[in-house]
């Protein structure tokens, strides 16, 4: 099956910097979407972005489907941040997620 | 009200007892799915169901069976319960009938095994 991997594992900032997380994937894939998980364990929808370049607000996406690799910016960010942010490809394989911890 | 709701949110049961997680959605989608959280591991899927008739195994099916008794109720058993599958379970939907598939999930239902 498709492997998905997330980098960094772990990532700690200031309130108001910029952070890229990046996902990479082993295969061609129709679907990918990217979500947050705050720290009451909701998962919320960000983006649903086989290819191209969404955005909303502070947070803007990019997925270059022929290299297999989405990006999450994430700009001037905020304490609510935090959290863990998973992509996923094809409704059924998850990466292992980066955790994000925004300090005030 | 939420559009995909999971009951029991939270359960506390003992190695060898039968368990049953539901999941019902009011958003009309064709797909539903289970998945499994464990600490540092993500999100695994456990049984996928595109419609009623439609039920397939995900990458960790073994020691959980499902039933999807209508288009928006799709229920995870646990036959025997055992201390490794105590986790947060989570059930999704999509809708790939008329969009392309954008994952919805409900809020989780913690078990713990004892």
């Known amino acids: 099956g498709i492997q998905v991997e997330q980098s960094p594992p772990d990532l700690i900032l200031q309130e108001g910097a910029n952070s890229t997380l990046r996902c990479n994937f082993s295969?061609?894939?129709?679907?990918l979407q990217w979500f947050h998980q705050n720290p009451w364990g909701q998962l919320i929808n960000l983006f649903y972005i086989p290819s191209g370049t969404k955005q909303n607000g502070r947070l803007s996406a990019t997925t270059v489907a022929t290299e297999r690799y989405s990006l999450l910016y994430i700009s001037s960010s905020q304490t609510t941040d935090s959290g863990v942010y998973f992509c996923a490809v094809e409704d059924m394989r998850f990466g292992a997620g980066t955790r994000l911890t925004v300090k005030p | 009200d939420a559009d995909v709701t999971q009951t029991p949110r939270n359960r506390i049961t003992k190695t060898g007892k039968r368990i049953m997680l539901e999941c019902s959605q009011t958003?009309?989608?064709?797909?539903m799915y289970w998945y499994r959280q464990d600490p540092g591991l993500g999100l695994r899927l456990i049984y996928y169901s595109f419609d009623v008739k439609d039920i397939n195994k995900g990458e960790i099916s073994d020691g959980y069976s499902v039933s999807r008794q209508a288009q928006a109720k799709f229920s995870l058993s646990l036959e025997s319960a055992i201390p490794n599958q105590t986790a947060l379970y989570f059930c999704?939907?999509?809708?790939?009938?008329?969009?392309?598939?954008?994952?919805?999930f409900g809020e989780g239902s913690r078990l713990t095994v004892l």
């Open positions: 295969d061609s894939v129709n679907n």
């Open positions: 999704a939907t999509s809708d790939w009938a008329r969009t392309t598939g954008e994952l919805f």
């Open positions: 958003k009309g989608h064709d797909r």
